[in-house]
């Protein structure tokens, strides 16, 4: 079907910034929505970031104006930018796809905050 791997994750200090890719095996362009999850240990999966085919954004109020999702279609590739990062971001990484029918996932990044 589809095969998403995201990469990007890392060591980070707080404050600093990353930028998390996920590239999928064949072209997105049916899938409407696409974004990141995150989860921290100890806590449920919870929605970060989404994007649709024409680039309406929704984003959680933990990353609301510090973070940017974008969907390059032409690399199969959607982006995550964190700035500003702070200990509680610090998480496992998941890239989302979904056509309305199924939804497929990543198999992670992890993202650790700190000095």
């Known amino acids: 079907q589809v095969q998403l791997v995201e990469s990007g994750g890392g060591l980070v200090q707080p404050g600093g910034s990353l930028r998390l890719s996920c590239a999928a095996s064949?072209?997105?362009?049916?899938?409407?929505?696409m974004g990141w999850y995150r989860q921290a240990p100890g806590k449920q999966r919870d929605l970060v970031a989404t994007?649709?085919?024409?680039?309406?954004?929704n984003y959680a109020d933990s990353v609301k104006g510090r973070s940017l999702i974008s969907r390059e279609n032409g690399k199969n590739t959607v982006y995550l930018q964190m700035n500003g990062l702070k200990p509680e971001d610090a998480a496992v990484y998941y890239c989302?796809?979904?056509?309305?029918?199924?939804?497929?996932w990543g198999q992670g990044t992890q993202v650790t905050v700190s000095s």
């Open positions: 064949r072209s997105i362009s049916n899938f409407y929505h």
């Open positions: 989302y796809a979904s056509s309305g029918t199924y939804t497929y």
């Open positions: 994007i649709t085919t024409v680039g309406a954004t």
